[in-house]
């Protein structure tokens, strides 16, 4: 391998290995970069078992690009994260998260990646995702995130509302300053596990430059864990609100994301036909809520005519006698 400096960490937590995990290192492995370090996490498996998946991830990388494997027994994300970040080396200045069952989508990714970041130095640089199936075959014909502002550099000081109109939950696809993350607390949280991060990240960068190429795939998975649900759930969920709403200001951003925090609420409520948890804590969001900050006619929509008409007749359909 040639002596390029690393300029990337791509992080990268793993409680399994199947092709999904296959397929994603298959598309590290013809990056036509040198100068980004893998870190793998497996978490969720016994040590004979990461130790067998340890020697199969080996052979199959077979010296093509520079890793390091972790090991953690309990099986939550968030928390593999913050090991991740952790354990990297903090000589590399940007960090990536990848989730496993997904993959890079061009032979050129992590080149055109790296010299976005070197051209524009954003504190983070936001990747444009296209849903696929498992054989690759593009689901979503549009752009899984359709940047409205994309393809230049925003300034939080002088693009506010650009920049919150753009700024999506995921924590995977982007490229993050390595001093943003650092005293961060990745808390162990039943939902919203990105939103988690991405959510605490806001107060602390400054720029931003969102790139509508698609340099990264998710895999769509019926199996996968964001398309499982149970009803206890619901109960936990303020709880992660409440992590998230009290490490960021009250501001335009905070507002917005309680309005979609009121809106997934909602609607994992009538998906599971649940609706006692949403009726305990509707309050709360509204009060999170300020109308004078709302940014966009969009988030005006979802506000009144979406989030309180709705919520209001749930309520008199099942606990107006309550």
């Not at 200045?93 to 051209?119: C, F, Q, T, W």
């Amino acid at each position: 391998m040639s002596e390029e400096r690393l300029e990337l960490c791509l992080l990268i937590p793993i409680h399994d290995f199947n092709h999904y995990q296959k397929k994603m290192i298959e598309s590290l492995k013809v990056q036509d970069s040198e100068s980004f370090m893998v870190y793998f996490g497996f978490n969720g498996i016994s040590r004979e078992k990461f130790f067998d998946c340890e020697k199969s991830l080996s052979k199959l990388i077979n010296k093509t690009f520079s890793f390091k494997s972790l090991y953690n027994e309990t099986g939550d994300a968030n928390l593999m994260r913050q090991i991740l970040f952790e354990k990297s080396n903090s000589d590399i200045p940007y960090v990536m998260y990848l989730d496993s069952d997904d993959r890079l989508a061009k032979e050129n990714s992590l080149s055109e990646i790296i010299n976005l970041k070197k051209e524009h130095s954003p504190d983070i640089l936001c990747l444009n995702i296209s849903t696929t199936d498992d054989s690759g075959e593009t689901i979503y014909f549009k752009d899984r995130l359709e940047f409205k502002y994309g393809d230049k550099l925003l300034d939080k000081t002088k693009n506010t509302n650009q920049i919150i109109e753009d700024y999506r939950s995921n924590i995977v696809a982007k490229v993050i300053n390595r001093h943003l993350l650092e005293g961060i607390n990745f808390k162990s949280l039943p939902m919203f596990q990105d939103w988690n991060i991405s959510g605490k990240l806001y107060d602390r960068f400054f720029s931003i430059y969102n790139s509508t190429t698609v340099h990264y795939l998710y895999i769509h998975r019926e199996d996968s864990v964001s398309n499982s649900f149970r009803r206890e759930k619901l109960f936990k969920l303020a709880e992660c609100v409440k992590d998230i709403n009290s490490n960021i200001q009250k501001s335009k951003y905070h507002s917005h994301l309680n309005i979609s925090f009121w809106l997934n609420f909602l609607s994992y409520s009538v998906k599971s036909n649940y609706y006692k948890p949403f009726f305990r804590e509707y309050r709360y969001f509204m009060k999170e809520i300020n109308p004078f900050k709302i940014i966009s006619i969009k988030q005006f929509i979802k506000y009144f005519f979406i989030a309180i008409p709705v919520t209001g007749i749930l309520y008199f359909k099942f606990f107006k006698d309550d």
